[in-house]
Structures are given as C-alpha cells and as structure tokens.
C-alpha cells in the first residue's frame, strides 16, 4: 500500500504529466480522494498544474470546504471532484480538462467512440454535458455544489463526460489510471474527428471489445506509460506494481 | 502600483510569451500605453519579440514618433498601437499579430465567435478589417495613422479584430488580460475551425455566457497562466495580486 | 559485418528513435531477427521504447517463449514478430506502432497509397488487417502465434500492414530501413488525408514509380537519416555504409 | 560585402535554420552561387542539413560536377541547383524541400496562391512540375541536368514551384530571402489547406498587392526573422544590413 506522502507526490507527478502530454494548459486540476478518510479529497491550490508543488495540495471536504487552508485559495471549480467522490464511492481520482480535441465534441453534440484499442477505457459512448439546460447563462465555471452534482449526475456509472464550451471530466478508480483514461480521451477525439472527416463509415469498436479491452488494462499497463511520462515531466518514477 | 521599471520588465516578458506561446514568429509586436502619460506609449525597436531585450523599449507619441530614438528602428506598423490608444482612452495594452488560426478566418469572411468559456474575452463576435476596401492595393502594413485609425474604427468597443491577409489587432486594458486574449484568440480559431468542419450546428457561447465569463474573468485567473507562461519564457514571475 | 552487440545497441537506438519521432508512444515495439539464429528474435521487456536499455533487450523463440527471461517480463503482442519472422524468411526487422495517422485510415478502410518518393517503401497499397473477421470481439491485441500468423497473412509480400482499431505492422530487410518505412508510412497518412480533403483526384505514385523508387533507396539514403535520427535522440551514430 | 568564409557560415547556418524550421527532415538542401565565379555554386555533401558543417560545403560546376571532392559524397539532385544558376542570372540562392504543406498542394493541382502578406514573396501563383509528363516511370530523383532543366523552366522567371509526389523548389536574389520564401511557402501551404477547407470564396491577395508586399519586403524585415531564426537554430547571428 502507498503511503499518503507518496499519493501526495504522485498527485503531483500527475498535474505535471497532465501538463506536458497537453491535456491541461494552465488551467484544469486533477484530484484524489483521500486514502483514509472517503470524505476527504486532496486538490491543489489554484495553481497551474505545471507549476503544483507538494505544498500546495490543500484537504477538502467533499462539499469543498478547505480542511485546513493555510492562506492557500482553491480553484472555484473544486465541486466538480466533490460532487464525482460524493456520488461514486468507486472513484478515487478525478481530472478536470479543456483538452483541445475535447471541445469540438462537446460543442457540436458529436458523439465520442472509442477508435482504438487504447482509447477504450472512455467508455463505449461519451455522454455531453450542458450546463445551460439547467441553469441558464452562467459564466460556464461549476462553482456549487449543486452544479457539480448535476454534472455528476451525466457522468453517471461511466468514467468520461464532456461539458459543452468548457472540456471534459474524467474519474477513475485509481489515479494512474485517470490520468491514463483522460490522455487517450484526447487521442480518441483526434482520431475520431479525422477518421469522421474521410468517411461516414467509420469502425468504431464494438462493445465487446470497448469492455474486453477495459478488462484487460492491467496496471502493468498503466505503468509504462506512467514510468515514461515520468522521465517526460522530470519527475521520479515509483513503480507499485 | 507598478513602477514603470516593473511595466517595461513585463512587457518584455509579454514579448517572449507570445512568441513561446506561438501568437507571434518572428514579426508581431505588443505594447502599453505610458503609465505616467496617456498621450504616450511604450514598444520595442523593430525586433522578433523572443528577443526583445529592456534597452530595446522606446516610448512613442500617440503619433507614432519615437521621444527619443537613440538610434533605435521602429516597428514600420507602430500606427496600429498609436490609433489605438487615441481613439480609445479605456486600452492600456495592445498586440499585433498573425498567429495561424485567424488567417483563414479573415480571408474568409467567417465570422469568428467564442467556442469556450476560456475564449470569452475575444467578444461575442470579432469584426474582420479589410484595408483594401479603403485604400486600394497595398503592401498590406498599417504604415500610416490613417490606416492605424480606420482599423481602430472597425475594432470598435471590441478587444479584437482580425485583419484580412494579414493577422489581428488584441487590446485591453491591462497588458497581462491583453496577452491572455491573444493566446485565446488564437485558440479559439483553431477550434472553431474543427468544430464547424464536423457540424453545422456548433453551440457557440451565447451572449449572455459571453458577458458572464467576461466579467468574471479576475486578474487571479490571468496570473494563475501568467505565472505559468513565464516559467516557459524563462522570466521571472511578479505577482500582481 | 555488424556484431550482435552493435546489433542490440541499434536495436535500443531504434526504440529512442521511433520515440523522438513520434512513431511509438508509451506502446510500440521494435525487433530483429538473431544475427546467428534465424529461428530467435529481439526485442526488449516490456517497457516504453523511450526508455529501453541494452539490458531489456530478450531473445525469444519464433513461437514467442523467452530463452532466458531473467525475470523480465515480455510484451503480451510479441507474436506479431514471431510470425512475421516465421512466414517471410526475408525479413529481418519488424515494428508495431499506433502512430496517430494510420489509425484514421485502418478504421475507415480508406487505401493507403504513396503520395510521395519517401514513402513508396510502403508498397503500392497498404492492406488493411481487422482481427474482429477472424476472431470476434477480442481486447483487440495480439496475444496468440494464431492471431499474429493470421496478420502476417495480410502483410503478405509487402513491408506494411494496417490493423484496424489499433495500428500497423512494418517489416524490412535491415533494421535500419524498417524504421525509415515506419516514418514515411505516417507522413503518408497524414499527407494523404490532407490531399484527400482538397482533391477527389489525388495523384498517388504510380506503380513503376513506386517500384523504381524502392529500388533506388540506397543503404546511403537511410544512413543520412539515421544520422540526424541518432542525434535528435541522443544516441550515438554507427555509420556502415 | 561578405567574404566567401562568412557566405560559407551563413550557407550553414541557412541547413540548420531550414531543419529546426521544419522546411526539410533529414532530406533537402540549400546553395548558394559562389560569390567569385557565377559559373560554380556551394552546396553541402550528401548529409541532413540539422548535421550540416562548415567542411561539409563543396564547390561545383553548374553542370554538377565537384570541384575538389576530397572523397565527400554528393547530394544525388544537386542538378536542381545547377539547372536553376545556369537559367537564371539573377538567382543567386536555391532550396529544395520537401516540406509537408506543399506535398498535397503538388498531388492535387490546386494552385497555391499568397493568402497573407508574409506569404507574398512565393509569387502570384506557384507552378506545378510533373517529372512524369516528360520522363514517365522514374524513381522521382532529379538525377541530371536534363531533368534538373525541364524543372528550371516550369519555375521560368518566378521565385517557386512544386513538384508533384516530391517537393517543392525556391530560389532567390540572396540566401537569406530565399530562406524567408520557403519558410512563409509551408505556412501558406498551410493556411491556404484551413481556408479553402472553411469556403469556397477564399480572399487571396491581389495581383496588386502581391507585387507590392514583394518589393518592400526589405533586407531589415529579412534579417528580423534571420536573428531569431539563428538563436532557435543555436548558430551565430551575422547582421548584414
């Protein structure tokens, strides 16, 4: 088992891997729930992810009450992991992003596949997200609760959502495996849109195969992607195997 | 207050952002009215801007006259800034540039409008300026303070315009807001484009989400990138909250 | 002649570069058939190809077992090699890759064709392999010497092969030139699905372009590449013209 | 004036200027016609132009052939530039490139024209060579002066012009122009690829305009870019003006 000090800096290893491979600029964060308190998450101050240090993961409440602030000021849209870790007691990591192969998706009502076999783990349909259906014209931004719920509500069992004009929530049972989840999120939205650009007939995969693939992503798997993205991002590598 | 010592520093740092953050290659320029003097501005001698070094800041009448020359070539398009500032005493900040996006938008005629929450500050719809319609067959270059004003009337009340053939104009009224614009711009472009090659009916931002995203767009935000962006520009940080 | 130990420092050069060039992500392998031993093959752990060593280079049988594995653990896909190796006595080298531009083109079943002199070492036409008409849904990788000998069924006589849902297959004479073809194959794609989008009348290169082309690419031709390859991936440059 | 050495340094400058530009890979190459004899011009050994160094440059005859070897390999296709100095007084530089932009430009026929005025130096419209029309099947290769001529002409009195399944060709009044032309030929290849895929009614430049950006296109705005390009490159910057 992991050590809370070592989810820590593996939190942080993860905002700058999400950084390099260009799934967040300076904006978007990436969250776990706390190892020994279901109630609790570990989210860095409002930071660019590029930039997070292990000072800078603050503890919250899942209603996204800072724990102990210390000064720090958190980013406004901390609901959106609250709201995921509240609802699913199976997500123990949570990526908010505007990757930008996200976005043409969300705004056009375009259904996201998966393509490929390593893109599987989005799930067999990406569903959207449309904060303007409930609440109207708001500045975009999941600032409450009752958003974040909401928002939670269209991920439902899966592990992807897009959210129209603004990018995508990814959660996941481990945080190396979100993170995983989200990088291939934008490859699928790549490939997908040049795929739909040269035919109508596109192979998506089957739904058999989106399951067998997820069932057979081992975190061997997930680790050497990690080990590399490590090196990429100048960070230590801890193997868990 | 920022000292003028502090604002040339960063408008070098706005310089070697927006050619690391790909909005400028090696022509574009970017510049600040005069803290101390409205009827004056501040700009580089004609360089790339990743180069641009303090001594290369020299200060301008509204005119486009260089106070004290010292030897130093100006920028041929420095009328763009000059018309800027004069017919719009609320801008303090001001970028010319041809990044890739809004080319084809400005040859096109398609009216450029925001995609996502982050490109809000580009305005609900971006004008384009066609300097052909007024002043015939040219080199394309803003080389007098006719032309810089006839542009700056087609940019209106708005942070941006595009330029036809030629790039865009971004103004605000605070240098770091102004970058931010820049760079959304920029991606707003890229996205659009996409999006509106898989549908016909894209969701662009509406009015009213428009003005919200803009208006809560705080200074904490834009320095949450700025940080960011000067770390990848090799300069130094000064934090302005 | 070239030594094995010369051979398996290539062979590790080989995975660097397929990296730095975009070709292999975290997942990818190269191999090549034993100097002494045509019944053995090459090819490292189980490890992203950025980060692979001389001491993850293994020997395998045809049939895909480990002659000494040292607790080393193998790559679940590594009989898409053995079976290359088993059916075309000729081939000496073989890469899988998900480079993004094929996939695009496997999922569609749009003909991979040369458009360009660099890249008719991909054959006339890129056949398109879809594991799913044989063996149903499945996670879609290759896991069997049944799967990896129905693939080097499609590749035939040819250098390449498209798998549909998840990448290619490359295979050559010489290492060397093996990763030359794996390079050109995406920029053939990429350039290709822009050519499409313009034209409905592409001129691809004809066959006795094509024919001649692959004829003529020299040992000298790749070398000049390799060269700028190896310093681009930091490695070393072992010239045997 | 320059002096042969510093034309020699700037000719490899030019290689390293055009490889981390992304106008050629580890193929392509740059002359110029030697100051001294406009019977001779200066071209590299066969070898990526990023691994170009001073000893590698070798003088020859517009016919092709070396002046003194010293047993350094020749680029196969050096008879462009010399085809292009014998018919052309006034060139005095000559890239040829294979730069992804213009490849589909060349298999389509659509005709590239300047969409931007940094792009209006390629010309009011760029021709299309097609070795096939006058030598049938061959490898693609510009082998001999036959050939190297047939292309000369299709390029006539202009500064551009592609070649079909190949590349492209730029020549110049001076080195450093001629660098300029094929860097803004990819970017417009690019930007015209966007435009033309958003409208049909795409707004190039006028035959006016493109005459007039074309003649102030000065040696100051030139050597702006040649700076900034010698610090990405890492070389030496030699101001000329």
Redesign the interface.
Known sequence: MSTLAELIEDLVTANRILATQGIV???GHVSIRHPDNPKRYLLSR???P??VETGDIMEFTLEGDPVDAKGR?PYLERFIHGAAYEMRPDVMSCIHN?S?GV???G????KMKP????CATIGHEVPIW?Q?KKF??????VTSMAMGRDLAKTLGKGRTSLM????AVVVGAELRATVYTAVYLE?NA??Q???????K??????K??TQ??A??TSM?NIN??W???C??ADRPFRDIQ
Do not use: C, Y
């Open positions: 600029d300076s904006f409002s930071r660019a590029e930039r000021k505007h930008p976005i043409p998706f705004i056009t009502g375009r393509v490929m076999h390593m449309d303007h109207g014209d708001t500045d975009l931004l129209r004009g603004h990018g490859l790549k490939l849109m040049q795929a739909e650009s040269m035919s007939k596109v192979k998506f995969l089957t058999g195969e067998k693939v069932a057979t061997a050497r992607a080990e590399n993205w090196r990429k």
